[in-house]
């Protein structure tokens, strides 16, 4: 991959992926004309991880403070460790307004949550958005199973396997990898810390946006932003 703003293509959306984003009948023709048409989309930078720096929470905006604090106490008591913060300083979409994260792993250290914060423009009223998102990375192969919570995923065939929680907040995600993991004996691979899992997280993320590129959903319009 050579590093630059990437813009997506409706052309390269899977099928599956134009349905799953869709919510019904009349987005989906929508979302299927999208595809035919090849209409572009919005604009990011990758490799996604060069997007994004570590920051402290000191750094986080007063509404980031607020909607992330709680949650990261909340973490604390499940288990989970000092988060590792970031922020985005290569945002290409001028829709994005701001975006800080946090990324913690459990003492087990068998499992994290990611857990996003994104200040929006797009449709032209600003909006706030939380995620939280799991993981927990296969121990024998290159491979991640993501435990979110909602509809706006791509596809990552041969490397990530998306699980649906069905609350989108901590403690039942928390749950749903426990429940996969008592179900899946020895899947999960064990981190010593939350800057292990980012680094092999990160390079199998390249690898990810590699098979995008490669089948059309994303091409390269600059090299800088």
């Given at each position: 991959?050579?590093?630059?703003?990437?813009?997506?293509?409706?052309?390269?959306?899977?099928?599956?992926?134009?349905?799953?984003?869709?919510?019904?009948?009349?987005?989906?023709?929508?979302?299927?004309?999208?595809?035919?048409?090849?209409?572009?989309?919005?604009?990011?930078?990758?490799?996604?991880?060069?997007?994004?720096?570590?920051?402290?929470?000191?750094?986080?905006?007063?509404?980031?403070?607020?909607?992330?604090?709680?949650?990261?106490?909340?973490?604390?008591?499940?288990?989970?460790?000092?988060?590792?913060?970031?922020?985005?300083?290569?945002?290409?979409?001028?829709?994005?307004?701001?975006?800080?994260?946090?990324?913690?792993?459990?003492?087990?250290?068998?499992?994290?949550?990611?857990?996003?914060?994104?200040?929006?423009?797009?449709?032209?009223?600003?909006?706030?958005?939380?995620?939280?998102?799991?993981?927990?990375?296969?121990?024998?192969?290159?491979?991640?199973?993501?435990?979110?919570?909602?509809?706006?995923?791509?596809?990552?065939?041969?490397?990530a396997r998306a699980i649906r929680v069905k609350?989108?907040?901590?403690?039942?995600?928390?749950?749903?990898?426990?429940?996969?993991?008592?179900?899946?004996?020895?899947?999960?691979?064990?981190?010593?810390?939350?800057?292990?899992?980012?680094?092999?997280?990160?390079?199998?993320?390249?690898?990810?946006?590699?098979?995008?590129?490669?089948?059309g959903l994303f091409s390269r319009v600059a090299?800088?932003?």
């Amino acid at each position: 991959m050579i590093p630059g703003v990437y813009q997506m293509s409706f052309g390269g959306l899977t099928v599956r992926e134009a349905w799953r984003f869709s919510r019904g009948l009349f987005p989906f023709v929508m979302a299927l004309v999208l595809k035919l048409t090849g209409m572009k989309g919005t604009k990011l930078w990758l490799p996604a991880c060069d997007a994004e720096k570590e920051c402290t929470s000191a750094e986080f905006s007063d509404r980031a403070k607020a909607a992330l604090v709680p949650i990261e106490a909340n973490l604390l008591t499940l288990g989970y460790g000092t988060p590792l913060y970031t922020r985005q300083v290569r945002i290409c979409d001028p829709s994005c307004k701001e975006a800080f994260a946090l990324i913690t792993l459990h003492r087990d250290g068998n499992r994290v949550i990611h857990v996003g914060f994104v200040v929006s423009t797009a449709g032209g009223f600003e909006r706030q958005a939380v995620s939280i998102t799991g993981g927990i990375m296969d121990a024998q192969k290159d491979f991640t199973y993501d435990f979110v919570s909602h509809k706006n995923y791509l596809d990552a065939h041969g490397f990530a396997r998306a699980i649906r929680v069905k609350v989108p907040r901590a403690y039942e995600t928390d749950e749903a990898m426990n429940s996969f993991i008592a179900t899946h004996p020895g899947v999960a691979r064990r981190f010593a810390s939350v800057a292990e899992f980012r680094a092999r997280a990160m390079a199998l993320d390249t690898k990810i946006w590699d098979l995008r590129i490669v089948r059309g959903l994303f091409s390269r319009v600059a090299d800088e932003v």
